[in-house]
């Protein structure tokens, strides 16, 4: 093949957009503490938006809780004004400069939300990969048509980036339906009552009645 083409560089910028697409994964909000969810938080100090995570300290003490430690006090109540304001849905607990977060568990209205939010950002990534596909053919086009490459080479690296269109677009398939199971487990957890709060001084018990746990004493 030539040297003129470098199909290696749109190789590369769809491997940029796979990145790109599990960054924005990892910032939506599920029943699980992900210091990634607030990543495109931005707080407007010393006079530009910056991310949370250049003006604090982002932690997960507890699988639910998320601690922020602001390190600057007098940037405490904008970053969690910020944090408010955004469509986490979270609602902060400011303790000094700390910003303690519970996450909320995952409602099954949470689920069907972020399996939307989930088909939207996947189309848009594979829209973007078909963009440097075409952007790809064009430069093709253009070198075949300026003698740069042979007919052959032109077809030779057409089925070179349909190739690697093909493995991308399955990849953010796969990776969509690995994220649904995990949203799916997340929630059903979530859902599922659990029975050892139940056990209190004069309270609840367990009974097993033909294969079927049944709560009673309340």
């Known amino acids: 093949m030539s040297s003129n083409f470098n199909d ?3 190789g590369e910028k769809m491997e940029k957009t796979i990145s790109s697409f599990k960054k924005d994964l990892g910032t939506l909000r599920t029943g699980r503490a992900n210091p990634a969810m607030f ?3 931005r707080v407007e100090v010393y ?3 910056m991310p949370i995570n250049q ?3 982002i ?3 507890e699988p639910r809780t998320i601690s922020i430690q602001v390190w600057d006090k007098s940037n405490v109540n904008l970053v969690d004004s910020e944090i408010k304001k955004s469509n986490l849905g979270v609602n902060p607990q400011i303790d000094g400069q700390i910003l303690r977060i519970r996450i909320p568990q995952l409602t099954e209205e949470r689920r069907i939300e972020i399996t939307k939010s989930l088909k939207t950002i996947g189309e848009k990534n594979k829209v973007s990969i078909r ?3 075409r952007e790809a053919n064009d430069s093709i086009k253009k070198m075949l048509k300026e003698k740069k490459i042979s007919e052959d080479e032109s077809k030779n690296f057409e089925k070179s980036i349909q190739k690697n269109t093909d493995k991308n677009i399955e990849m953010i398939d796969k990776i969509l339906a690995d994220k649904e ?3 799916l487990q997340i929630w059903i957890r979530s859902a599922t009552l659990p029975l050892s709060w139940m056990v209190m001084a004069g309270g609840a018990k367990k009974e097993k009645k033909a294969g079927t ?3 009673s004493g309340v």
């Open 8 to 10: 290696k560089q749109f």
């Open 213 to 215: 746990t049944v709560i």
């Open 55 to 57: 003006l604090a300290t």
């Open 131 to 133: 963009n440097i596909r």
């Open 39 to 41: 990543d495109l938080v």
């Open 59 to 61: 932690t997960v003490p």
């Open 47 to 49: 006079g530009q938006k």
């Open 181 to 183: 199971k995990e949203i």
